[in-house]
């Protein structure tokens, strides 16, 4: 588990430097995505934050593919908070799978109803 300090240290590389436009950083945030947990959740949250519709694909992989099930969460989360019939689909599809993100993806498809 992450220190209180370790989470502030990864949220510092995820969260946008001042005077940078949205859009600039999600290539950064889309690569956090398949790197160490704790970045990989605070790209997740940030994603899901930003409703960045971009961000779908990634975030799906992530649900399904990543080895952190805070990870998996956070993904499913951020899917859910985008909203677009692709996200829903891909949550969807995650929760009637056999795969490793199919309790993150119910979770997330439960909180929105």
Known sequence: ?????????????????????GARTVPHLLRLLEGKPEEARAAAVELGR????T???ALAVALCEHADPGVREAAAEALA???????????????????????AAAKALGELK
């Open 81 to 103: 908070a985008i909203g677009t019939p692709d996200a829903l689909l891909a949550l969807r599809a995650a929760a009637e799978s056999d795969g490793q993100g199919r309790d």
């Open 1 to 21: 588990m992450a220190t209180a300090p370790e989470k502030r240290t990864a949220f510092r590389r995820v969260a946008p430097a001042p005077g940078s436009v």
């Open 50 to 53: 930003r409703r960045e519709r």
């Open 55 to 57: 961000a779908v694909d």
